[in-house]
């Protein structure tokens, strides 16, 4: 069965430090894969892909397939950044002939920054 | 107001009831999908519209039933729920073409009493 894991629920660091949020996933093929972040009172909405290979809000992620892992990094955590982050594997799927994209959530971690 | 919209963004509702949750979006998109967020459960995909035309239903009890009248509208029925069907149920749409991102909905918060 396809998975992804966010082993963390909680994670919490201080303002300046590197973060961390891992994700792994058991997906056949090569899945692309998402990150959506939901801060607080605002919907949820996407961070990053990984196909994009960009830094959004100083955030990197590098799809690791030899450990099929898709850990979301960044070097210097800020307050703004408290937030509740899900690792999303996209699928691939054809209808008629037309094509669209099914996200399975990871249950999500929810990181605080501290001052 | 631009995005994707839900109404209500509360409903409260005895075992009973009939209600039902409407998503409209304004971006032109030609998917729409239905989630459910529970506190203690990831991010549940219920049902997929592409072009109107349903092509998921994630083994949804029949009590949640599905409507997409056209492209831009994607509504919710909801009839003799249970307790545990309490949840933020979320609306989101995408283009419908390969890697593309979806846009959610602010989310009805139901209450099954």
């Known amino acids: 069965a396809q998975r992804v894991t966010q082993p963390e629920k909680l994670l919490s660091v201080f303002k300046g430090a590197p973060v961390e949020l891992k994700c792994n996933y058991s997906y056949s093929g090569s899945p692309e894969l998402f990150w959506y972040v939901q801060y607080s009172r605002q919907r949820l909405q996407l961070l990053l892909r990984h196909i994009s290979r960009e830094s959004i809000k100083g955030f990197t992620a590098d799809l690791n397939k030899g450990e099929t892992s898709f850990h979301l990094k960044k070097p210097f955590a800020q307050e703004e950044d408290s937030a509740m982050y899900y690792c999303a594997p996209y699928r691939f799927s054809n209808a008629g002939g037309t094509s669209y994209g099914k996200l399975t959530f990871g249950q999500g971690t929810i990181l605080t920054v501290h001052p | 107001e631009t995005g994707v919209t839900q109404t209500p963004r509360h409903l409260v509702m005895g075992m009973t009831n009939k209600k039902s949750l409407k998503c409209e979006q304004h971006?032109?998109?030609?998917?729409m999908y239905w989630y459910k967020q529970s506190a203690k459960k990831p991010l549940e995909l219920m049902f997929v519209y592409n072009f109107k035309e349903q092509t998921e239903n994630n083994s949804v009890p029949s009590r949640f039933s599905p409507e997409c009248p056209n492209s831009s509208h994607l509504f919710l029925h909801l009839h003799t729920l249970q307790p545990e069907d309490s949840a933020l149920y979320l609306c989101a749409s995408s283009f419908g073409q390969v890697k593309d991102t979806q846009y959610f909905g602010p989310g009805t918060r139901l209450t099954v009493l």
């Open positions: 971006l032109g998109h030609n998917a």
